[in-house]
């Protein structure tokens, strides 16, 4: 079982940038696929990035491609989300959430465990 913290969300001006971590408790972080989700208020929850257990492979939905990053050190069990380039648009509360199959999916059904969510908001 995996529990995840996540951290590292506030406020940053339009443009700006911001990086989330998530921590990740368990021996098994490095097998599981991490995700990254948000939810806007009055929106169903979206997908943003997703990254393989191993680090080589990501992906991203593509109003954020170009902008964000997810990455992974698998060492400390934390993986990121560096936000650059925020837009108003951006504004949600993030979470993180590990997929103990690997598949690195788009879809929250397929994520096992959750993070409790840290609030982004952006000024314009």
């Known amino acids: 079982q995996v529990q995840l913290v996540e951290s590292g969300g506030g406020l940053v001006q339009a443009g700006g940038s911001l990086r989330l971590s998530c921590a990740a408790s368990?021996?098994?972080?490095?097998?599981?696929?991490m995700g990254w989700f948000r939810q806007a208020p009055g929106k169903e929850r979206e997908f943003v990035a997703a990254?393989?257990?191993?680090?080589?492979?990501?992906s991203y939905t593509d109003s954020v491609k170009g902008r964000f990053t997810i990455s992974r050190d698998n060492a400390n069990n934390t993986v990121y989300l560096q936000m650059n380039s925020v837009k108003p648009e951006d504004k949600a509360v993030y979470y993180c959430?590990?997929?103990?199959?690997?598949?690195?999916?788009?879809?929250?059904?397929?994520?096992?465990?959750w993070g409790q969510g840290t609030q982004v908001t952006v000024s314009s």
């Open positions: 368990g021996r098994t972080f490095r097998t599981y696929a």
């Open positions: 959430a590990a997929d103990q199959y690997g598949l690195r999916s788009m879809t929250s059904h397929d994520y096992e465990y």
């Open positions: 990254i393989s257990a191993g680090g080589s492979r990501t």
